[in-house]
């Protein structure tokens, strides 16, 4: 073989290894164990970046201008981007409105619309889906969803755990009463966490106690009080109510969001002090 034709050959292999190459990033597999939602298909020529699945969290969706409802259950975070074979990327207006008649063809409604950002909702079989849909001027979008539902309670307050807190603190915080959003209403799911006060009150016949509510710090601050106040109120009358103890026990108080526990700057956080606190009187 001649010089020029090693020559000649040598610049063919490394053309095709550049075309190879080339093929293989244009592919551009999605990111480990993510995959597309049920709930939509992707944009023709999009892959998954990264992806997130978390049981039970809390998210913001955006249902007004400046306005935010928090919504609870299952979530979803799926980020995709454009292809790099993609010659032709989509308006941040065509993704938004895209994912806005997919839902409504599903029989689900558009909360709120704006530049490069969606709220969308879908009740469907007794589930309630919420999806917030960004887009940005690459051609990129994120949807971050939350099917809905109550926080399965796998630790809820122990009479044992309450009275050494009680004993070492002087107070005991109680996990696993739950309310409806905004309001004094006690979710039938509570029902154990306060059996196990009264079960407190029992075991130490003795014993009196402050029911003291507690809130994050979403809404206003008398707003907050006041339905801290409520709340406490309502695990007392459940406590009279369901467990016959005797009201001269009891006192309700409400510190609304001036007690915190933890950082109101994560869901984590918000949930944790959303709380009721017995206090040794």
């Not at 090693?6 to 999605?30: K, N, S």
């Not at 589930?127 to 849909?133: I, Q, S």
């Not at 009479?159 to 009463?177: C, Q, S």
């Amino acid at each position: 073989m001649t010089r020029h034709a090693f020559r000649l050959r040598l610049f063919v292999l490394a053309v095709a290894i550049v075309f190879c190459a080339t093929g293989l990033a244009a592919q551009q597999p999605d990111a480990r164990d993510c995959k597309d939602h049920p709930l939509f298909n992707r944009m023709p020529g999009y892959w998954i970046s990264g992806c997130k699945y978390v049981q039970f969290d809390s998210h913001a969706f955006l249902v007004a201008p400046g306005k935010r409802s928090s919504v609870e259950g299952q979530f979803w975070q799926v980020v995709y981007k454009p292809g790099r074979d993609l010659t032709s990327k989509p308006s941040e207006l065509q993704i938004i409105r895209n994912f806005e008649s997919a839902i409504q063809q599903q029989g689900g409604t558009v909360m709120h619309s704006e530049k490069g950002r969606c709220t969308l909702k879908l009740v469907r079989d007794g589930n309630e889906t919420w999806v917030d849909l960004s887009a940005d001027f690459t051609g990129g979008y994120r949807l971050e969803i939350i099917q809905k539902q109550a926080m399965a309670q796998d630790v809820v307050a122990d009479a044992a755990a309450l009275a050494k807190d009680i004993r070492a603190n002087g107070h005991a915080a109680v996990y696993g009463i739950y309310f409806d959003t905004g309001k004094s209403t006690i979710k039938p799911e509570s029902a154990q966490a306060i059996a196990e006060i009264a079960r407190l009150l029992k075991d130490d016949p003795g014993i009196k106690v402050f029911v003291v509510g507690h809130t994050d710090n979403e809404g206003s601050v008398d707003g907050n009080i006041a339905l801290s106040q409520a709340r406490g109120e309502a695990v007392l009358q459940w406590l009279l109510r369901e467990h016959g103890i005797a009201a001269a026990r009891l006192r309700a108080y409400g510190c609304g969001q001036f007690a915190p526990v933890a950082s109101n700057d994560t869901p984590e956080g918000k949930a944790r002090n959303r709380r009721v606190e017995l206090v040794k009187q």
